[in-house]
């Protein structure tokens, strides 16, 4: 199958053609007819699946055939980060059209928030936006959504994740209710179906592949106990071969006290959490993905929505609490094709966790024990057998609780082969 098949206007073709996408992904595949049907959408699929595309284009595409006054289309994002992707996604696509589109975002200064006032006077076709800002807009009386045809909510469950479901309903009580709905999400809670119930219709609903690493991915793993850990973890950043690497810790005191720590033994490694204000935050991301800083400490913040090429490592501190972030963490490197390394570090407590995410990756990992300097770790059997022995997830109170199942000029889009309708 190729995007000729959907049969979009030839100005989002030449748009395509100039970007070089040629053939869908599974995701943009099954849901870019659905949209184009006009049907409302619940589509699971984890990042780096194209997933932006798939809701671009066959929204973009009905904006060409039927040009309108007012905001046509409303994109939720949690993050700054996403929601700045998704709007440089869509320049590249509607390039060679009239449309247009704002990010909308919190976390600058005053000019930021003048500018996007500014923008949002002048019009556009497409708002993308994180439901603070938004609200804030929406207060101040600066924006009309009254015409929306299409609410895309993407990124849904971490928006949850991150208190949004009030704003969420506040936002959507300003839109009208003949719309098209589209929720996006990685993973698909309890939270998740009861949003989609009382925001959408009869929706359909697609899934791809949200439970399995990729191909390329080397997974490792170490039986420590806790004081372990980070002699171990300084070993392994000994390997010249890990040029960027990111380490996911569980709390940020932790990230916090483990940065410092390396610091100290002279990592070039910076903390990366949810304290740090939004400018601080972009600085220490421009200088990891400019290859100016090598090991990145952050908790499951950096695990979705950070569009970051050819990463060598990850390393789980800590595992994580549920077996899709295991997922989501490790998927941040072995993207587009390229090959990585994951490592975990479990203790006894952690086995059933980890037990969880073998059954769910369909795998089991050979369990390593670190080397003989630092010691012994804990049997990974022993802990298996003595879990049993008191009642398996139900008493380790680690379970987890979720199922697998701007403003600018345009800028001419640069030209992909192949694989490039990756998204973040």
């Not at 709390?251 to 002279?266: A, C, D, G, I, M």
């Not at 003989?372 to 770790?377: E, T």
């Amino acid at each position: 199958m190729t995007f000729r098949d959907f049969k979009l206007d030839p100005l989002l073709e030449e748009g395509l053609n100039a970007m070089g996408f040629e053939q869908p992904t599974p995701i943009q595949e099954k849901a870019i007819p659905i949209i184009l049907s006009g049907s409302d959408l619940i589509a699971c699929a984890q990042t780096g699946t194209g997933k932006t595309a798939a809701f671009i284009l066959p929204v973009l595409n009905n904006i060409v055939k039927n040009p309108g006054a007012g905001v046509n289309t409303m994109i939720l994002a949690p993050t700054r980060e996403l929601a700045m992707q998704i709007d440089q996604q869509i320049e590249g696509f509607s390039y060679f059209t009239n449309s247009s589109s704002i990010a909308i975002y919190g976390g600058g200064d005053g000019q930021d928030y003048m500018q996007q006032k500014r923008a949002l006077k002048r019009g556009a076709d497409i708002i993308i936006a994180t439901p603070g800002r938004l609200i804030s807009l929406l207060g101040s009386k600066e924006i009309n959504l009254s015409g929306v045809k299409h609410l895309i909510l993407d990124e849904a469950d971490r928006m949850l994740d991150m208190g949004f479901f009030d704003d969420i309903m506040k936002i959507i009580s300003h839109l009208p209710r003949n719309r098209q709905t589209l929720l996006f999400s990685a993973t698909m809670p309890s939270n998740i179906r009861k949003l989609a119930g009382s925001i959408m219709k009869d929706y359909e609903e697609v899934s791809i592949s949200i439970s399995k690493p990729a191909e390329g991915i080397l997974q490792k793993a170490y039986m420590t106990f806790d004081n372990q850990k980070e002699p171990l973890l300084i070993e392994v950043l000994k390997n010249v071969d890990y040029q960027t690497v990111i380490v996911f810790a569980s709390t940020k005191e932790k990230v916090k006290n483990l940065t410092r720590s390396l610091q100290k033994n002279k990592v070039k490694v910076k903390d990366f959490h949810s304290d740090l204000d939004q400018s601080q935050r972009e600085k220490i991301m421009q200088e990891f993905k400019a290859r100016n800083l090598r090991v990145l400490i952050g908790t499951d913040i950096l695990s979705r929505g950070i569009d970051v090429e050819g990463i060598d490592l990850v390393v789980n501190f800590d595992v994580p609490p549920d077996p899709e972030d295991y997922v989501h963490r490790i998927g941040r490197t072995a993207r587009a094709s390229k090959t990585g390394t994951a490592i975990t570090f479990i203790n006894q407590k952690d086995v059933p966790r980890f037990r969880q995410i073998e059954k769910l990756i369909e795998r089991e990992l050979e369990k390593e024990n670190p080397p003989d300097f630092i010691g012994k770790g804990p049997e990974y059997q022993q802990s298996r057998k003595r879990d049993y022995e008191r009642g398996g997830n139900r008493n380790s109170g680690n379970s987890p609780k979720r199922k697998s199942n701007s403003e600018g000029k345009r800028r001419k889009p640069s030209r992909r082969k192949n694989s490039g309708q990756r998204d973040s």
